[in-house]
């Protein structure tokens, strides 16, 4: 576990503009981006210390994903790493700290997709794995499918070592809290039979992704989120759909969503970035700016979501049409940037 | 239930060539194509009463969805009721008559999507609805969410008057051999530990799918399946998938794709055709071809599956690199035409 002064430490060096040392004997340039879920985040609603808290997460997500960077390590598993770290924070909404489902389970999805390979694995539904990012890796790497929800993807993990992690685990007050608020606010008549969520709006926060370049210029992404709260059970959003909330390719970017998932598993949004790219030879930033500002917005309004993304030259794009998204990045010039508001 | 009759009179007009009269107030041309699943199909592995039963029960799941059409009704209910047909048949990978998991259980995926509004639903891993491809149209229209799986699926299902079907309303003596040959094959030691599934060709037959044009110009695509025999657990494949297995833009097409639906996943096959026709300015017949030909090979090799996709003229496409696929459609003209081979 994280002690209190690695926090501190983190925050200080989120705040001093620290600039690591890229290793000169790098091919190609390294780079991280990370999110920690876009939606109505504004500084009036924040009270300094949470604001510190949140970018000291962000930071040490980051830090430690740049380090294996640093080291030589693969994109993946840098991604997996920074992911990690927040999947352990109860701050975001993924891992410990996730949001509640209408029956009051913690239910978790995850993906991780290498660029080099297209490789890809993914989690829907879990509920006793503590690291859904890290049983998203297994499925890639250690069964002949791409995706496993539910029970079938529980016994899966048994069977490759994962320990069973009780649902007391994932449990804090706040999330609990947002639940009940949210279930008091669904419409009369509707407790026993689902219908469209109240709250289309704000109710999207904290999920986690990351997006890595490595020193071999390989690209890989991952996302891990608990999804809306009061969501149905057995919902599965954007973030373990291949090409909607994750996607990599080192032919054109690796790109992680957060926000209204049904809207960006019917565009397909972060496939179509790398698409866009790929076919029409835009820019990551134009092809980003299209389908969150534009694209997004058509389908689902304002304030639906954010990507990350980067792209082999190691250029980092983190569009939102959101009050706020949690993000930072350590770009191929080693700097350590942490934001949280429209205009940080 | 269809009557020994009615199949007869399908497999009759199968072979006969009718052409059924195309409506004159139609604005739009109409047009629908099917599939009943790609794979390691051949002429010699096929008695003449099998290859007879193929057919008319394609002819008739054509039919069904035709005479929606021609009466005027949209894309989304043509598709549904021509996938109902094929989920009710034991001849095909869906609904009745679907593949055994590693577990023994037949675990079945659906999607539909509206090309008119990218609206989309999908259902993962459910186990007790005879009709996915109905409680996919259910996800979509009654709940704010685009997928659901497992459990939770279900209960969405009983919530909104579905009925729960028997486990062994599924079962066919045909697929529980296939099951328990496909265990004998698994490498010895893999039992408690599920690994690559010893077969990676000629295991994913009979998914089915459906694509329409309504007399409105608006186009509409489904898949459902019961996915790979002998798949793990969970295992959610590419047919409920949006961008993967299933997709509809009337902007370009609708495609529903069948095989290997991991590799399908990894490429976002479907939204891949679409991207190629809206970006690149392909034809249909184009951008199918490169992704089953040439972009599915590359991933995956020969052997790898199929798509059938129509666009909004009406012009139909049909492409696979595996020895046959189940197919059939009602093009512009109104001709039925039914095939199984790569020569047919």
Chains 1, 2 share one sequence.
Not at 139 to 152: D, P
């Amino acid at each position: 576990m994280r002690t209190a002064l690695t926090l501190v430490a983190a925050a200080i060096l989120a705040g001093s503009g620290f600039v690591f040392s890229a290793n000169a004997r790098g091919v190609s340039p390294i780079a991280i981006v990370i999110h920690g879920g876009a939606g109505t985040i504004t500084k009036a609603d924040m009270t300094p210390a949470e604001d510190r808290a949140y970018r000291a997460e962000l930071a040490e997500a980051l830090q430690t994903g740049y380090a294996v960077l640093r080291q030589g390590g693969r994109a993946v598993d840098a991604v997996q790493a920074a992911i990690e770290v927040m999947e352990l924070s109860p701050l975001f909404n993924a891992g410990r700290g996730a949001v509640f489902t209408r029956g009051g389970l913690n239910q978790l999805d995850a993906a991780i997709m290498d660029g080099a390979t297209l490789n890809a694995g993914a989690v829907g539904a879990v509920q006793h794995v503590a690291h859904p990012i890290r049983l998203a890796y297994a499925v890639m790497t250690q069964s002949a499918h791409v995706m496993l929800v539910g029970q079938g993807a529980e016994t899966f993990a048994w069977a490759h070592g994962f320990k069973f992690t009780p649902s007391a685990w994932f449990y804090t007050q706040r999330r609990w809290q947002a639940h009940i608020d949210g279930l008091k606010k669904l419409a009369a008549g509707s407790a026993g039979t689902p219908e469209r969520l109240v709250s289309g709006r704000g109710w999207a926060f904290g999920t986690v992704g990351a997006v890595a370049l490595d020193r071999e210029g390989h690209i890989a992404a991952g996302t891990s989120t608990g999804g809306l709260t009061n969501k149905l059970d057995g919902r599965v959003g954007d973030s373990p759909i291949i090409g909607a909330g994750t996607y990599a390719d080192d032919a054109t970017c690796g790109a992680s969503g957060t926000g209204t998932g049904e809207y960006f598993m019917r565009l397909d949004l972060t496939k179509s970035i790398s698409d866009l790219m790929a076919l029409k030879g835009w820019s990551l930033q134009k092809a980003a700016d299209y389908m969150i500002h534009d694209r997004l917005v058509k389908l689902g309004g304002e304030d639906t979501g954010g990507v990350i993304a980067l792209d082999a030259k190691g250029d980092i794009v983190t569009p939102f049409n959101t009050q706020g998204m949690y993000r930072g990045w350590i770009g191929a010039d080693g700097r350590l940037t942490v934001k949280i508001y429209k205009d940080d």
